[in-house]
């Protein structure tokens, strides 16, 4: 059983476990709510328990795997599976040795990666990317992340290769969480999409997506919310969609152009709940900016959800 490797996937509000074969078989999960209070070290215990859930539902000892890889989010060092500024998870702004903690609680190696990154590898070794060499990940969610594998293998630059939210679309343009102008999330991550509409909610636009999260008990716009207004015709929610969908085409046609790579993958929560959708329109926009406009890369939506994130961790084995 040695062969068995552990995967976390450390998100923002979920912890997702898997116990997975190399070929990415997954023996046994379990999954929790990420705490929203303590610290690290607090996390690190919810993710330890879940994984040893894993393990028992699998039928195995956490020291008797190859290892547990993880794939969390805020700025991973690879080499010491040190984590640091994770601003989503609770009093963890500064650095955290999130591997080292882990190693000690589970009893076996433990190798950390970015979270974005480790789902893209995923798609391309088992997903949506399988047939091809060269990809780029886009992950549309609270953020929009971003992974690379060129000719086969993972792109990190010097770690924090792949933020595809961060391409400019908008000179000076609207603001983005990461307190920079113009970004491809300012327009197209959830967050910065909710911000835009209670600023135009409150200015008097009317929509019904703010009634649609109180009916069903949300506490922010979910893909599920934006999904509802627009099936009803919310004319705000199209708006806002069709902006998001013209600054996802824009920021990928520039990489594209950029990096010639085979495929995109589009994942996260609004790219796999909108990415079908929502193809013909990105496509147009992409062409637009495409250098190469009548070879445009094909367009994948990822498909191995969920576990996607985790499987992916325990990938961080064969790197
Ligand atoms: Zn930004």
Not at 30 to 56: F, H, I, K
Request: glycine residues 16%.
């Amino acid at each position: 059983m040695a062969e068995l490797r552990g995967g976390i996937d450390l998100g923002g509000t979920k912890i997702q476990t898997a116990i997975v074969e190399p070929g990415g078989k997954v023996l046994g999960e379990a999954r929790r709510p990420t705490p929203t209070s303590g610290g690290p070290q607090d996390v690190a215990d919810a993710m330890a328990a879940s994984l040893r859930e894993s393990a028992q539902a699998a039928g195995v000892e956490t020291a008797s795997l190859q290892g547990v890889g993880v794939g969390s989010p805020g700025d991973v060092e690879e080499a010491t599976g040190v984590v640091s500024g994770a601003r989503n998870l609770p009093g963890w702004d500064g650095s955290f040795g999130l591997g080292e903690a882990l190693s000690e609680a589970l009893g076996t190696d433990v190798r950390v990666g970015n979270d974005v990154q480790v789902g893209v590898e995923a798609e391309f070794r088992l997903g949506a990317g399988r047939e091809f060499e060269s990809v780029l990940g886009v992950f549309w969610g609270t953020g929009v992340g971003g992974g690379l594998v060129l000719d086969g293998k993972p792109w990190l630059g010097r770690g924090a290769a792949g933020e595809i939210g961060h391409m400019v679309v908008k000179r000076n343009g609207a603001q983005c969480p990461c307190g920079r102008k113009g970004c491809m999330e300012a327009y197209a991550g959830r967050s910065a999409m909710e911000a835009e509409a209670r600023r135009r909610h409150e200015d008097g636009e009317k929509t019904d997506l703010f009634k649609l999260m109180d009916k069903h008990d949300k506490p922010r716009l979910t893909s599920g919310i934006w999904e509802r207004a627009l099936d009803r015709n919310d004319h705000l929610a199209e708006d806002l969609i069709h902006r998001a969908i013209g600054a996802l085409g824009t920021g990928v046609a520039s990489a594209v152009n950029l990096l010639d790579i085979e495929a995109v993958i589009l994942g996260g929560g609004l790219g796999e709940r909108f990415g079908q959708r929502f193809m013909e329109p990105l496509m147009r926009e992409m062409r637009k900016h495409l250098f190469l406009d009548d070879n445009p890369p094909a367009v994948r939506v990822a498909t191995l959800g969920d576990l996607g994130g985790a499987i992916g961790a325990s990938l961080l084995f064969d790197r």
